[in-house]
């Protein structure tokens, strides 16, 4: 079995990206796709914390070296596997050397065992986050109405585009409006890259705000388990129909 790679990634925080990673992964899950989804929050990792998960191994005991990857994979009642993230520390962050080369490696040593590795990317520039992105099959890059996610998704397209040339990022819209204000985002998104970067941006599908989001975060209970039939949930699995064609 020869897996794909997805990345979720956005150039700032608060904009719900590790709630779509675990939301998409829970979607490919009941499309019948083995799925792994990696807590590569390197650093401010929180998965675990919106699944009320409390694991004792995590993804910096595996890049140490002192656990396998098999060893520190938690299975989900939702139907995927949890690679936990070390969360609530910093050591993580600025990784390099080994522990980089480790952390570059592992999703393709998890692509042997699974159809889906989704990698939950911890939000800003810096270099794991830029490389992780740049080696995946699929970069997903998350953004909303607000001027700043805007712009900083931008920033994200733009170095990806120096980092990956070959790869095609494709745009999430979260916490949209309505579905014409998302395809808003994406016009102005994809007007961008097309005159400065000479590319395209395919738009993968927007999610709507729906306030079952957030009770379903607070009671640590995946969206499409919790409020199966939610606007969001249904935009959520769209999208991942869409990916997965």
Known sequence: MTGRVIAVASGKGGVGKTWFAITLAQALAQAGRRVVLVDADLGLANADVQ???APELDLGAVLAGRVSAE???LAHLAGFYLLPGRSGSGALAGLGGVGLDAALALPRR????FQEVVLDLGAGLGTAQR???AAADLPLVLATEEPTSLTDSYAVLKLLAQDAPARAPRLVVNMAGSAAGGQRVHATLDGATRRFLDRPLALAGVVRRDGKVPDAIRAQIPLL???PTSTAAADVQAIARSVAA
């Open 51 to 53: 699944l009320g998960l």
């Open 71 to 73: 060893a520190a994979l």
């Open 110 to 113: 998890l692509a042997a065992s």
């Open 131 to 133: 490389q992780l992105l």
């Open 225 to 227: 388990t919790r409020h």
